[in-house]
């Protein structure tokens, strides 16, 4: 499909989402003017986030009690440094997916029709991301299979049928197969139809996981389904938020573009602070009722990080109530600087936040 032909696209550049006045897209896309210039996202800030994102992982699972712990002397299992591997590899592939996310939404929601090269370049970023997702999935594929029956890396092999029937091991090898795709796929993305397509296929390769998690554990239960679906909304909600943002630094420049990011920011923060709740509340009530499911979020380590993630997500949405009051009126005034110094210290608390949300995915 040609350009012109996506630029006509209403679904795609609709002047309601633009806030045009007079229903043009020229109008709803402030006449193109960039809102500022330069690189935006650097490769410095990014491995600034990761590294304060697995900072914060291993800070959390030490203090909550999900770390690795070594084997009474004698025996032998994976190892300390293939058990540590696997919530770093998470993180890792957790980062790639939300950049790879942010990218293409990106593309979709929020670039012009007619900003090819930025399409362009969301899409090969995006391929790149997904490519490191793909590696980071299958090391934390093999990592997980050893760590969990116990063996080290090098008998995996001799134990492979019998990895293949855990339901983790399973979930993660259709992840790597989906994000193999979706990186060969977005190479060759140039259009909006296929990075729509790409969208689908994240979301596809997201849900796969979280179908193993704390909430899944008992599928028959009511609770258990309510829960593992709320953890899959929340989920996508933070991809959305996380990388938008990401991607309203690196690609999408234009007032227009973060105004329309800010709208959906606010439609996934109420989202976020939903679903965590009552994920979180589900998994603490299986444990004790009444009061103590109350006192559990201050005398548990998974009840302590999620208090830290409730802290962080109020953080989170102070600032973005910052932006929406100062910032992004500064940015129709031309002033961009401030947009820009508070959106990569949000960044940097969105990967603390991650990292968070690795170690509650592992803690008891």
């Known amino acids: ?46 491995g600034g986030m990761v590294a304060v994102g697995i900072v914060v992982m291993v800070i959390a699972l030490v203090a909550a009690g999900g770390a690795p712990k070594p084997l009474p002397a004698g025996l032998i299992g994976a190892g300390m440094p293939l058990s540590w591997a696997v919530p770093v590899l998470r993180f890792i592939a957790d980062a790639a ?41 299958i090391g934390g594929l093999t990592t997980s299979a050893a760590v969990i029956l116990g063996i080290p890396l090098s008998h995996l092999a001799e134990h492979a049928s019998v990895a293949g029937e855990l339901d983790q091991v399973r979930a993660l090898a259709v992840a790597v197969v989906l994000t193999a795709v979706l990186a060969v796929f977005l190479s060759g993305c140039r259009t909006i139809r296929g990075a729509r397509f790409a969208l689908v296929l994240t979301a596809a390769a997201l849900t796969g996981p979280l179908l193993t998690g704390h909430g899944a554990i008992e599928r028959t239960s009511f609770w258990s389904v309510l829960a593992t679906s709320s953890l899959v909304v929340h989920v996508f909600a ?59 979020w201050v005398t548990t380590g998974y009840g302590a990080l999620v208090l830290g993630k409730a802290v ?53």
């Open 1 to 46: 499909m040609s350009r012109a032909t996506e630029s006509a696209d209403p679904p795609n550049r609709g002047s309601a989402g633009a806030g045009s006045d007079d229903g043009s897209v020229g109008a709803g896309r402030g006449g193109g003017v960039p809102a500022w210039s330069g690189r935006g996202v650097s490769w410095a800030h990014v």
């Open 97 to 137: 997916a939300i950049a790879t996310g942010g990218a293409v939404l990106t593309v979709v929601l929020l670039l012009p029709a007619t900003d090819d090269q930025q399409v362009l370049r969301a899409c090969q970023d995006a391929a790149v991301a997904a490519g490191v997702w793909a590696v980071a999935s």
């Open 238 to 296: 933070a991809t959305a938020w996380i990388g938008g943002l990401g991607g309203v630094l690196r690609y999408a420049r234009e007032r227009q573009a973060v105004e329309r990011f800010s709208r959906l920011a606010l439609v996934c923060a109420i989202s976020i602070g939903i679903t965590g709740l009552l994920t979180a509340e589900i998994h603490l009530g299986g444990r004790q009722d009444g009061w103590g499911l109350i006192t559990q």
């Open 312 to 364: 962080a997500f109020a953080v989170l949405v102070t600032v973005g109530w910052w932006h929406r009051r100062t910032t992004i009126p500064g940015l129709a005034a031309g002033d961009s600087a401030a947009f820009r110094r508070l959106a990569a210290v949000e960044l940097l608390v969105m990967a603390a936040t991650v990292g968070l949300a690795v170690g509650l995915s592992r803690t008891p």
